[in-house]
């Protein structure tokens, strides 16, 4: 008879966060906020606070109904991730980007 040989793993958990879901969305060292749900128009958009490790970030997923005729789909397209482009410049990290905590910038007012 062989012997069997078995590795184990043993990975150490991180503690859940203050925001976090504390359910079966976190795992062993990812931890996941409830969704952040915006809805209008027939579209969707969900945002979820994520800390991975050290690192934390907002994961975003949108769901945008497109135009059945292809430019204006295209279009849809192009306006989307010139959006998105303009969101991540709004909303990066930069060194005194908010002056106080009740200082809350809008989309088109990013401070360069
Ligand atoms: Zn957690």
């Known amino acids: 008879m062989a012997a069997r040989t078995v590795r184990r793993f043993h990975r150490t958990g991180t503690p859940h966060t203050d925001w976090c879901a504390r359910d079966h969305r976190c795992g062993i060292n990812e931890h996941r906020s409830a969704d952040l749900i915006a809805a209008a128009l027939g579209g969707r958009a969900v945002i979820t606070r994520v800390r991975a490790g050290d690192t ?57």
Not at 66 to 71: G, T
Not at 88 to 102: C, K
């Open 56 to 112: 934390e970030y907002a994961e975003i997923r949108a769901r945008i109904p497109l135009h059945s005729n292809e430019n204006a789909a295209r279009w849809q397209l192009a306006a989307a991730l010139r959006l998105m482009r303009h969101l991540l410049d709004t909303v990066a990290v930069r060194p005194g980007a908010l002056r106080s905590r009740t200082e809350r910038l809008a989309l088109g007012t990013a401070r360069r």
